[in-house]
């Protein structure tokens, strides 16, 4: 890319952001989305779904979305410029699809960001029942904003003390839970392959529900591919990132899984929404539990959600600058001293504080799900489509396997996925689709016109 003020031809944009991360910033960025402590979310439903093999449902889980993983690195090397699947199918598929599939993008990501206020205010009842929730989304919400709107380099190392200290906790309750198990003979009272095996259970219908309950844990590795233009180097690291965070935090979920099956093998018993809780609290004492409870509080509230806010900030600002939804030349600014997208970042911040304050869990998981497996699907096609057809690069089997088989494999699994909603995820899902649709007939003039940064390339 050019300097500010000159158009790259490549992609029609002049580079306005800061580049300065590095391979270990994005793949640092990639694991705080995703949250290394996710497992207090979603281990005990998983666990009570699987049989008691959540450790099994977390692996189906990394190697169904390492296909999606690689779609995103290929398009990443291709298009290194920020807004994601949105700019990605925009250029590689068609720019009309690429504007819906960023629609679906801010469905899924504007919104999140309250979702994680709204779960930590959840817990946080746990340890102070009285605490007024709105008070804490506020204050969540007005912190993650601070640090978005000042810079990638403060994000930056905010991530690393994020990541440092969730790293931490995992590591003692590992600790703590091989203690219960190896030493004190408590739990499984030693090494059981049941967590990952269990003859009689497995067959394709348990796989494919155990990849329909794990994915959904793995959403926003993609994420990474929104700082594309702060990024040193992006053709080269954004792709090696994506798959390199994508299978740490497969292996750092599937170790605690299986800890934490060990120490409490009896899968029945557990409570859907506190049980990983509950079995930090059997190997690690309530001093484990607690600091783990407010842990989570601040680790989902601020590290996860600043993240979340700093990828769909960037997604707004890119197609605001293509002034493809309203409120564009407001959202398509950038700081002119931090140089971020600060205008974005404030209105996710103050929408984040409306959905946090008035929206169900319920709802907004709903929306959540559509929204992200809607986006890998066309992500993936859009390699198909841009790399085996429009460039021809079909004239090798690594060609075919990478542009063509592999892709589609990640269709597959996610489309198996996306087969599975509800008629009320549909109903709110194609509703939003159906709005987006008005909206990009009126700004492209019954799709005549295509944004000006992709005229000439």
């Known amino acids: ?183 004190d003979g408590h739990g499984a009272g030693g090494f059981s392959l049941t967590p990952f095996w269990q003859s009689d259970i497995i067959d394709f219908k348990f796989i494919a529900n155990a990849a329909s309950i794990a994915m959904l844990g793995f959403i926003g590795f993609d994420a990474i591919s929104t700082l594309s233009e702060e990024t040193k180097d992006p053709t080269r690291t954004v792709g090696k990132s994506v798959v390199a965070s994508l299978v740490l935090i497969g292996l750092l979920f599937m170790g605690q899984g299986y800890m934490a099956s060990l120490a409490h093998p009896d899968y029945t018993n557990l409570d859907a929404d506190m049980g990983y809780f509950d079995i930090i609290r059997e190997v690690g004492g309530d001093v484990l539990y607690y600091t783990f409870i407010i842990a989570g509080v601040i680790f989902v509230g601020v590290a996860n959600a600043l993240t979340v806010q700093s990828a769909i900030s960037r997604v707004l600002f890119s197609m605001g600058r293509d002034k493809v939804i309203p409120f564009s030349s407001f959202l398509g600014k950038i700081h002119p001293k931090y140089k971020t997208p600060a205008n974005a970042s404030l209105f996710v911040g103050v929408l984040s504080v409306f959905v946090g304050l008035f929206i169900s869990l319920d709802t907004l998981t709903r929306l959540v799900n559509f929204g992200a497996m809607s986006t890998y699907m066309l992500l993936n096609l859009s390699v198909v489509t841009y790399f085996f057809f429009r460039k021809k690069n079909r004239s090798s089997v690594k060609h075919i396997f990478g542009y063509l088989v592999f892709p589609l494999i990640g269709f597959s699994v996610i489309g198996f996925i996306w087969t599975g909603f509800d008629a009320l995820t549909y109903g709110i899902g194609f509703s939003w689709l159906f709005i987006g649709f008005i909206i990009i007939l009126f700004k492209s003039k019954g799709f005549k016109e295509v944004p000006p940064a992709l005229k000439g390339i």
């Open 1 to 183: 890319m050019q300097q500010n003020g000159t158009a790259s031809p490549s992609t029609g944009y002049s580079q306005e952001l800061n580049r300065t991360l590095t391979t270990k910033d994005l793949v640092i960025f990639g694991l705080i989305t995703m949250l290394p402590i996710a497992p207090t979310q979603v281990y005990a439903s998983a666990s009570i779904e699987s049989f008691g093999m959540a450790p099994l449902v977390y692996l189906i889980g990394m190697i169904a979305m390492f296909f999606t993983a690689l779609s995103y690195s290929k398009m990443s090397q291709a298009f290194p410029i920020a807004g994601s699947a949105y700019s990605f199918v925009q250029r590689g598929m068609n720019p009309h699809i690429g504007f819906l599939t960023g629609w679906l993008i801010v469905m899924d990501y504007v919104i999140v960001p309250g979702l994680l206020v709204s779960f930590s205010t959840l817990w946080l009842s746990v340890v102070v029942p009285d605490f007024p929730s709105w008070l804490l989304i506020v204050l969540f919400v007005a912190v993650m904003t601070f640090v978005n709107v000042r810079g990638i380099e403060i994000g930056k190392r905010v991530n690393q003390f994020f990541l440092f200290g969730q790293l931490t906790l995992i590591l003692i309750f590992l600790i703590c839970a091989i203690k219960f198990v190896f030493i």
